[in-house]
């Protein structure tokens, strides 16, 4: 999730310290997922992880028919990702981070205002969905997955990325560790 409502309004003609209403919050987002996913009818554990900048519980369970809704703040966002079926979220950095985990990850932004801010649609790796439909036949889509095609999602490579950026990375942290020795 995002703190979208503290950062620009919750309405049309309303602003936040980050900028002018983009179309939508974190809690019509909610919503409207919470009702496309009921439209699905079949069991659904639909877990929120809500950004560490929002103010509020850290944990809270709750039924609304078949889906069981999960709030939740502190978590391991990696295994979070990791294990989740599909993952949705509105521009986070966190559906870049699903892609790369191989995940099935798609950007929900419905009557975005402005210009696309979601790095990992305008580097084109996932569909931004705008509307309910839409979102309802990616799921459909998405959750019908087999186990068998499940086991062939895997960590992905980007051209953007750097093919050595691991071996860059673990250079860079042996390095670190020398240096403070």
């Given at each position: 999730s995002e703190t979208h409502t503290s950062d620009y309004g919750s309405a049309s003609g309303k602003r936040g310290p980050l900028g002018s209403?983009?179309?939508?919050?974190?809690h019509s987002v909610?919503?409207?997922?919470?009702?496309?996913?009921?439209?699905?009818?079949?069991q659904i554990v639909f877990i929120e992880k809500l950004h560490p900048g929002a103010k509020g519980l850290d944990f809270q369970v709750s039924k609304q028919g078949k889906i069981t809704l999960i709030r939740i703040k502190q978590?391991?966002?990696w295994k979070l990702?990791?294990?989740?079926?599909?993952?949705?979220?509105?521009?986070?950095?966190?559906?870049l981070e699903s892609c790369i985990?191989?995940?099935?990850?798609?950007?929900?932004?419905?009557?975005?205002?402005?210009p696309q801010l979601c790095t990992a649609v305008r580097l084109g790796i996932i569909s931004c969905l705008s509307q309910s439909s839409k979102l309802e036949d990616w799921l459909r889509q998405k959750?019908?997955?087999?186990i068998v095609e499940k086991e062939k999602l895997s960590v992905?490579?980007?051209?953007?990325?750097?093919?050595?950026?691991?071996?860059r990375i673990a250079k860079l942290a042996?390095?670190?560790m020398v240096s403070s020795n």
């Open positions: 209403f983009i179309g939508y919050t974190e909610r919503n409207e997922v919470i009702t496309v996913l009921k439209r699905l009818n079949r978590t391991d966002l990702l990791y294990y989740s079926d599909v993952v949705l979220g509105m521009r986070s950095m966190a559906l985990l191989g995940r099935p990850t798609v950007s929900y932004q419905p009557g975005l205002i402005g959750m019908n997955i087999t992905k490579r980007y051209p953007f990325a750097a093919s050595d950026a691991v071996e042996i390095e670190g």
